[in-house]
């Protein structure tokens, strides 16, 4: 499936408490297949899928080219003891999959703590994140309510969705919404001036920030 | 504030069959990223192909009104072109890609800003900015972690160091020197102030071109008004120097930003650069894009090499003989062609570079070719011979297709096991230290055994250049 043939390879992240399901929905995504069985992974693993993306003319209505992309989804351990590692490859990563389980209470005041944890170890300080509210089937079980979740991602500003790997429901279009995010950023990051920090972006923050560390580091 | 301080993860907290799990998912995403550098390396590659067509000629003269990107001449009233906001250049209509209802940039920058992105690049610099205190930018977790346990692993292999010294004591001997003693010291010093000189040089390589832009710039304006002009592209070459930084590969791309500068940015750059280039031979900036195109596509390796090795004491030389290869895997998978050639190093030296004949269209190559390395016995203690198959594709494109590591300890009287041909497996590409810069090292100047000639002529040339520099750098204080 690795050869060289394509556009761009794309590195996602999912994170997130354990048992959440992001494995299965990794799983889900990259081999539309549902794996009931609960397996903690070791430390850190990773996916990959090839997909044809095709990128919104920015000055056209129309569809403009379409282009290979290779996913390497990145798949961590939730549990605590691998944390250190874990968020360590958060830097590598391009986008985020922040996931949390709708049957568990915990699993999303959670999210919070992943949001500094991202903040901290990504490779900008607002890095582009989808926030995955899993296992939406089993709606008998549910504890986080969607108007909750879709709050706090407002709160971010992040897109949210409510996705089931065991039915498969929303997986894609999360992993995709999360993939636009990824490659307008990177039109952004080409297009966007080196000489004038300030350029419009809602990142007015960020850009005021990194000056002042180098002059620290140095 | 963000520094390395919680990059103290290692795996020794891990049980030893998680931490085997983890570095096997590494191993895979090295695979992954060996792919993906290859990629790189070749889109880059194609880019610099597309500067290099869009150079200005040096038949032509600089001031004359034409794009600078098709060479087609522009009117002074109709068609008048215009500047490209990216490389400062005048460029025609035809030479232009629309970014958005005005904004557009001629035809190079455009390339190289898809490449850009497409590369990855725009994610480094940005990671950069936030965590400058890394060392190096293109250089994974995943990778940094995976390097220390193979160093950990591997601790045991390496051989020491050799002092310095020691590559000298062999360039004096390989060369005919050893007739006139006093000439032959005095040749020795001078290699040895040269050997030292041309890493300096080469890095300092840029400057040098800065300072010709300079000359260049100023010559052109006596017969053109060029002032702003000539501002506009020094900033330019800032920009470049800052934005054009290689890929993820760390070392291999190395040389490659050296190389990148001549090509990109302006039309007076490129057009000096070059004119020495061509004219310079032998010099760094070719052999890097020599090398850089040797592709490590063969992830799969296969196949084996016939060595035979022995010492011969009267000459005080090893002598190593390539027999053959059989079975080895297609350099060219598309044409399903293959022309291998061996390569052998005497590790950890860098300066020990040998190759065998380019066989055409076999996978099974016949060499019988004898090379000689001149070392002392006792030096052979702790060396190895790394022999590499590659395959010579068109326009000096190289395609890796196995290596053999065989360690030189024991060789001599006693090991008649060696002296005899062997065939050994070959094997991917090791992560050792010296394997790993060996390739990017290009071939700058570096004495070839076995032929005195050619030692001697390289030499030569590397003089000459060093000449060449002298001269130049004079020509600007004159002027």
Sequence with gaps: MTDGDYDYLIKLLALGDSGVGKTTFLY?????????????????????KRVMYTAANPNGTTAGKTFKVHLQLWDTAGQ??????????????????????????????????????????????????????????????????????????????????????????????????????????????????????????????????????????? | MIKDSHFKMDLSLLQAMERERVLEV??????????????????????????????KSFARQYGERTCARCQRPLGKFWNSGAVCCGCSHRICRKCRVGLGATAWKCTVCHAYRDVKIRSGEWFMEEKAKKFPATADKYETVGEKLLKTYNVLSHIAVVPPTPPPHLDYQFLSRSGDLKSSK?????????????????????????????????????????????TTQKSLSDTDINKSSNLFKGPSLPNL?????????????????EETSFGSEYSGGNRGSISSISTDCGLFEGVTVAGELQLALAYNTKSSCLEITVGACRNLINGDHKRNKCHPYVKLYVLPEKSSKMKTTVKKNTTDPVYNEVLQYYIEHHLLVGKRLQASV???????????????????????FKNKASQCFNWYPLCPKTESPEGGTMEQDGEVVRPKFSSINQGELLQLSSLKYLQERETRLSVRHII
Excluded at chain 2, 47 to 52: A, G, I, P, T, Y
């Design chain 2, 253 to 269: 791309f190395k040389r490659s930003k050296d190389s990148d500068h001549e090509g990109y940015s302006t039309g007076a750059e």
């Design chain 2, 390 to 412: 590659w395959h010579s594709g068109t326009l000096k494109r190289k395609v890796f297709l196995g290596e053999v590591l065989v360690p030189l300890d024991g060789l001599g």
């Design chain 1, 80 to 218: 605590e003891r691998f944390r250190s590692l874990t968020t360590a490859f958060f830097r590598d990563a391009m986008g985020f999959l922040l996931m949390f389980d709708l049957t568990s209470q915990q699993s999303f005041l959670n999210v919070r703590n992943w949001m500094s944890q991202l903040q901290a170890n990504a490779y900008c300080e607002n890095p582009d994140i989808v926030l995955v509210g899993n296992k939406a089937d089993l709606a008998d079980q549910r504890e986080v309510q969607e108007k909750q979740a879709k709050e706090l991602a407002d709160k971010y500003g992040i897109p949210y969705f409510e996705t089931s790997a065991a039915t498969g429901a929303e997986v894609d279009k999360a992993v995709i919404t999360l993939l636009d995010l990824v490659m307008k950023r990177m039109e952004q990051c080409v297009d966007k001036p080196p000489a004038e920090p300030a350029n419009g972006n809602g990142a007015t923050k960020l850009d005021a920030a990194p000056p002042n560390e180098k002059k620290c580091a140095c």
């Design chain 2, 26 to 55: 590494l191993r895979r995403d090295k695979q992954l990223r060996t792919i993906e550098e290859d990629r790189i390396k070749r889109m880059r590659y194609e880019l610099q192909d597309l500067r290099r067509k869009g150079a």
């Design chain 2, 182 to 226: 006093p000439f032959a010291k005095s040749m020795e010093n001078l290699m040895l102030s040269l050997t030292s000189h041309i890493k300096k040089i080469s890095t300092s390589q840029n400057d040098v071109r800065e300072d010709l832009l300079r000359v260049e710039n100023s010559r052109r304006g006596s017969c053109f008004t060029f």
């Design chain 1, 28 to 48: 889900r995504y990259t081999d539309n297949k549902f794996n009931p069985k609960f397996i903690t992974t070791v430390g850190i693993d990773f996916r990959e």
